[in-house]
């Protein structure tokens, strides 16, 4: 196993990164893959993932789990490398977050209505848990439940579609 130079901890194998980071070696590959990290390979080809590496990684699953398009991902992470000098780099840098900001204050939006929108799901779903009626529409025409289907998208979503008439 070869040792990490800017840790005392010796570097890991892709198989013990993937179990530690909760992803896939395969997952691990595509970004190497991708450009987006570069871990020291053993003369044989092995990958050797060192604590910076792993750190990198992280970063990079946390924004691909919240939805940051790859190729989003691969601008951050070639920036600075690519750029003549700091002044570019940071720049340039700095559009990026401004755009991750915006996109994130507008998901931020969506998660905040979507919690709203379960609370006011959960509270009238709970209604219907003494009911022994089979749950569909012809058995809950007058259900309230029903009746509030304009408040809640989600409920929409659980009640079950009208049948089309044949054609």
Not at 47 to 63: F, N, S, T, V
Not at 125 to 137: E, G, L, M, Q
Request: glycine content about 4%.
């Amino acid at each position: 196993m070869l040792n990490d130079p800017h840790s005392d901890k010796p570097a890991m194998k892709i198989g013990e990164v993937a179990e530690r980071l909760g992803t896939t070696p395969r997952t691990l590959r595509f970004y190497d893959q991708e450009g987006l990290i570069r871990p020291r390979r053993s003369e044989k080809g092995t990958r050797h993932y060192g604590e910076d590496d792993i750190e990198r990684l992280q970063a990079i699953l946390l924004l691909s789990q919240l939805g940051m398009p790859i190729e989003k991902i691969r601008q951050l992470a070639s920036v600075r490398p690519e750029s003549r000098n700091g002044d570019e780099s940071s720049r340039h840098v700095t559009s990026i977050l401004e755009e991750l900001r915006r996109d994130t204050e507008a998901k931020l939006i969506q998660y905040r209505w979507l919690l709203a929108d379960i609370k006011v799901t959960k509270r009238l779903v709970r209604r219907c848990f003494s009911c022994a009626k089979r749950p569909d529409r012809r058995n809950c025409d007058s259900c309230p439940i029903g009746e509030a289907l304009p408040d809640s998208l989600l409920l929409k979503l659980v009640w079950d579609q009208i049948d089309a008439p044949p054609a």
